[in-house]
């Protein structure tokens, strides 16, 4: 398995652990990447309030690379993920497009969470597995924008299962969240901080009632929220939380057995030492 | 489409820093000093 792989900005800064955990995790999976060459920002939600040639001109020229590379993207962040889907979309309706930016093929995109799920595949993860997580509850949370307005694959977009299967091929038991394709305010925390934090509140106040071990997402936005913020929503709410959340990769790094600093945990806000020490 | 020249890169920090600057006051400026020193703690600010 080969993709070319965009980090986006988010993965060489507050979600610098989860670039950590996919690199320490990728080789013993079989996972083969070359870094996109001088890439630049995607746009995300930000740039279509500024110019909408913009908007599409930043994920176009991600697609202009991996064609001359002739290779398919990989990204771990729902939000590169969802902006260079709807370029591809778009090339895909619109062939004056394609031939605006001499695509020879239209690449296709990839999540990070579709290529363990799919391209790896949850047994080939379970052959691998050195410390079982057994007892351990794992509560999957999507959020909005890996299943939305796209699909992620083949998954139902209202009842995703992939990170399910990953959990379980950790030997770690999946919780059933309802709430587990609601948004969690991320894009809203600067304008409209008390609307995030809300959103917010009901993803973790939800999620305690289920009693998880750990919180584990397969975007940065969604582990900003839930980690760092959770305190912010401690003081919103008044209640404890005290919910550690783990990227999926670091997650699946533990049961294989791979060093917690490669894997980046020391790094959360809301510490995970207190699961750690019931899996060692 | 012209595809738009690189200037330099966008950083999401700043992005962030100069949002937060033009709605100043903070509403919680104490809170967000003590994540702003706990992400750079972490090495989570690049």
Not at chain 1, 144 to 150: D, E, H, Q, S, Y
Not at chain 1, 230 to 245: C, H, T
Request: hydrophobic share 40%; proline share 6%; charged share 25%.
């Amino acid at each position: 398995m080969r993709y070319l792989y965009y980090p986006g900005c988010s993965l060489k800064g507050t979600a610098v652990d989860y670039e950590e955990s996919f690199l320490a995790l990728a080789s013993p999976l079989g996972i083969e990447i070359k870094e996109v060459e001088d890439w630049q920002c995607c746009g995300a939600s930000v740039a279509k309030s500024v110019s909408k040639e913009l908007s599409e001109s930043l994920p176009a020229r991600t697609l202009v690379k991996a064609d001359k590379e002739e290779m398919d993207l990989l990204m771990p962040c729902s939000s590169c993920y969802q902006v260079h889907l709807q370029i591809v979309q778009k090339a895909r309706e619109d062939t004056a497009l394609v031939q605006r930016l001499s695509l020879g093929r239209i690449p296709k995109v990839k999540h990070l969470l579709e290529v363990l799920a799919v391209d790896v595949g949850a047994e080939a993860i379970t052959r691998q597995v050195m410390s079982p997580l057994k007892g351990i509850r794992a509560l999957p949370y999507y959020g909005c924008l890996i299943t939305r307005p796209f699909p992620l694959g083949e998954e139902s977009q209202e009842n995703p299962k992939a990170m399910e299967g990953l959990i379980e091929a950790t030997g770690a038991q999946p919780v059933s969240f309802p709430y587990k394709v609601d948004c969690c305010g991320g894009t809203l925390i600067l304008s409209r901080e008390k609307v995030a934090l809300k959103l917010c509140g009901t993803i973790l106040n939800e999620a305690k009632r289920l009693s998880p071990d750990c919180i584990v997402v397969a975007c940065p936005l969604c582990h900003f929220m839930l980690d760092a913020k959770q305190r912010a929503v401690e003081r919103e709410s008044g209640e404890k939380i005290n919910l550690p959340v783990l990227y999926i990769t670091q997650l699946l790094g533990v049961a294989l057995g791979l060093d917690y600093g490669k894997l980046g945990l020391q790094r959360a806000l809301t510490s995970s030492k207190p699961l750690l020490q019931r899996i060692k | 489409m012209a595809m738009i020249k690189k200037k330099g890169r966008i950083n999401e920090l700043r992005l962030g820093l100069r949002i937060a600057l033009s709605k100043f006051p903070p509403a919680h400026p104490f809170e967000d000093a003590v994540l702003l020193f706990k992400l750079l703690r972490r090495g989570k600010l690049s």
